[in-house]
């Protein structure tokens, strides 16, 4: 198995999380999840992979969720689950697989934690921060 991320290249945090999966020397599976989208039976596998809900999955920021009324609690997990198929952009991301787990790398380090290879050396974000290979900040 390889290490797959479900990737937005617009989003920083996302870039970020790719860029650490190849300093790590792993090429992931990139799937760029707003073209093509998980299917709903892989995306009910996800969220039960990374212990959340789909309400915890939901994206509020830059996406349809407040004209959808999505804060509202009257919803439920399916019907939020047919909200993400219509609107994948609702889907937070980077989630990223690997052999070792699933997880939403917000931010962008947690993907360490899943890593074959999490031995990274320092890694530069885009925002000039500096991590090491446990995700903490350096210097």
């Known amino acids: 198995m390889t290490v797959t991320i479900y990737h937005n290249p617009d989003c920083g945090t996302s870039r970020n999380t790719l860029a650490i999966i190849r300093q790590s020397g792993e090429e992931p599976e990139v799937i760029e999840y707003l073209k093509t989208p998980p299917s709903r039976e892989r995306l009910v596998e996800l969220i039960a992979a990374m212990g959340m809900t ?55 380090e947690k993907v360490l934690d899943i890593l074959p290879n999490p031995d990274i050396g320092a890694f530069t974000k885009e925002d000039g921060e500096v991590i090491d290979a446990s995700g903490k900040r350096v210097g």
């Open 54 to 108: 789909p309400r915890e999955l939901l994206r509020e920021k830059g996406t349809p969720y407040a004209e959808l009324g999505l804060a509202d609690p009257k919803w439920s997990d399916e019907q939020i689950l047919d909200f993400m198929q219509a609107h994948p952009i609702l889907i937070n991301r980077p989630i990223v697989v690997s052999p070792l787990g699933v997880v939403l790398a917000r931010p962008s």
